[in-house]
């Protein structure tokens, strides 16, 4: 029998086509698969499929770790092809600027570092900070950067044996900014000076604190009321 896979890499929790065919081209028999995950000593049965016409057969598999596949029938093995598996990565902006990372795979990646990278030119991405993985596997960034196209990327050394290095899709990042714009810079005493401004790339809603700083004053204060 013969065996193929659709691609050397899946995806954590993406499913993975591997086919064949049985030299004599019968239908209806059955062709053993197995499967070696990583960390495994030797082969075992994962799944008995059955041939179609011209002896073709499939099956489609979620490995949650790298795994070596290898069909048999009778005494008759294939050739081993090796599967490998890298972990998802989510990433969520919110409504501060900050971005939360999530990294998925067949066990816990906490205390992992992953890195938040930037595009620099059409393929070139450089590194701007990295975060080490808290519990369940989860980190935030804090961001001080322009609007920009960034990914989350964690490398090969990082995630560890059994798995691939990968990296979340490509997202543009909305820069988190607050402007302050005062209606005059002199006034008379007495009078008003109205402050506006905006909070750039964020949720309606949020609390504005404005601090003054009067002269020979050390340090700023919060205006009361606000």
Not at 29 to 54: C, E, H, K, N
Not at 123 to 147: D, G, M
Request: glycine content about 10%; proline content about 4%.
């Amino acid at each position: 029998s013969t065996l193929r896979v659709s691609s050397l890499r899946v995806l954590y929790g993406h499913r993975v086509s591997i086919t064949g065919r049985v030299t004599t081209d019968r239908a209806g028999q059955q062709v053993g698969i197995l499967a070696q995950p990583y960390g495994r000593s030797s082969m075992a049965l994962a799944a008995t499929v059955t041939t179609r016409d011209g002896g073709y057969w499939s099956y489609r598999p979620r490995p949650s770790i790298q795994t070596v596949y290898q069909a048999q029938i009778g005494s008759k093995r294939s050739r081993a092809v090796t599967v490998g598996v890298q972990p998802t990565v989510t990433v969520h902006e919110s409504g501060n600027g900050e971005l939360a990372v999530h990294v998925q795979g067949g066990r816990s990646f906490t205390g992992r570092m992953v890195e938040l990278q930037r595009l620099v030119s059409a393929s070139a991405w450089t590194t701007v900070i990295a975060e080490r993985l808290a519990s369940r596997s989860a980190a935030v960034f804090a961001p001080s950067l322009p609007s920009a196209t960034i990914r989350i990327a964690v490398s090969v050394n990082q995630v560890g044996a059994g798995y691939l290095g990968t990296v979340s899709h490509a997202l543009r990042y909305h820069a988190y900014a607050l402007s302050l714009v005062p209606s005059g810079y002199k006034i008379r005493f007495g009078n008003r000076v109205k402050l506006s401004g905006r909070l750039s790339n964020a949720a309606a809603g949020r609390t504005i604190k404005i601090y003054q700083q009067q002269f020979k004053r050390s340090s700023p204060r919060a205006e009361r009321g606000c």
